[in-house]
């Protein structure tokens, strides 16, 4: 990070650096232990230990996958960059 661009009030820097906080603080608290419920998204060929073996960004995508197909929607996310970026997955999440 540049600290002249953020004494320099750059929003766009600013914005990018509070996303950056909040996401290590949220996706950090995602493990089996904080929600049991992230066993359904264990794969049918897979053991627990495979889905534990996850990092939380992994989990979180499979998470958002799992509502996808849930939701009868036939495309699937694999980043969270290009595949969200128009809005299409976000809308079917959110309904």
């Not at 540049?2 to 650096?17: F, R, S, V």
């Not at 608290?29 to 073996?53: C, G, H, M, T, V």
């Not at 036939?74 to 997955?89: A, L, P, Y």
Request: charged share 25%; net charge neutral.
């Amino acid at each position: 990070m540049n600290a002249p661009l953020i004494l320099e009030k750059k929003e766009h820097i600013i914005l990018g650096l509070v996303w950056q906080i909040i996401k290590i603080e949220n996706v950090g608290k995602i493990s089996l232990a904080n929600n049991p419920f992230i066993i359904r998204l264990k794969y049918d060929n897979e053991d627990i230990n495979d889905l534990l073996k996850l990092t939380p960004d992994q989990l979180l995508l499979r998470w958002f996958n799992w509502h996808l197909k849930n939701a009868g929607h036939n495309r699937t996310v694999n980043n969270f960059t290009s595949d969200i970026k128009d809005g299409e997955n976000y809308t079917i999440l959110l309904n």
